[in-house]
């Protein structure tokens, strides 16, 4: 079993910068990397892939935050950050994280799949204001 605890978020003027954080507890005993991801999602809109990354520790991001968000995992692998800058009011949403419960290995485009997930955080909010 896996659980997901989320921190960090908040608000903050356009331009500006939030990190966000999700701890990775399991428990029993599992071997290898989940693939992980952030995902965003405004009321009434479906749920959308920001960054992702793979059980090797390849990463993907979304085209609408390349070049201003970073995602990674530490060395022990069970803690994942997303660093976005430069956010703009539109990147407004609340944040989760998600985990797969295979160690299978996901392509770039599946990474943002949010049906690909089995686990998720509770979701934290982020507010960009203009």
């Known amino acids: 079993q896996v659980q997901l605890v989320e921190s960090g978020g908040g608000s903050v003027e356009a331009g500006g910068s939030l990190s966000l954080a999700c701890t990775v507890t399991?428990?029993?005993?599992?071997?290898?990397?989940?693939?992980m991801a952030w995902f965003r999602q405004v009321p009434g809109k479906e749920r959308e892939g920001v960054a992702g990354i793979d059980t090797l520790g390849g990463t993907t991001l979304a085209d609408f935050v390349k070049g201003r968000s970073s995602i990674s995992r530490d060395n022990a692998r069970n803690t994942l950050s997303l660093e976005m800058t430069y956010l703009k009011p539109e990147d407004s949403a609340r944040y989760y994280c998600?985990?797969?419960?295979?160690?299978?290995?996901?392509?770039?485009?599946?990474?943002?799949?949010?049906?690909?997930?089995?686990?998720w955080g509770q979701g934290n909010q982020v507010t960009v204001s203009p």
């Open positions: 399991v428990t029993g005993t599992r071997n290898g990397n989940f693939n």
């Open positions: 998600a985990a797969t419960a295979s160690t299978q290995w996901l392509d770039w485009r599946r990474l943002l799949q949010p049906h690909q997930y089995d686990y």
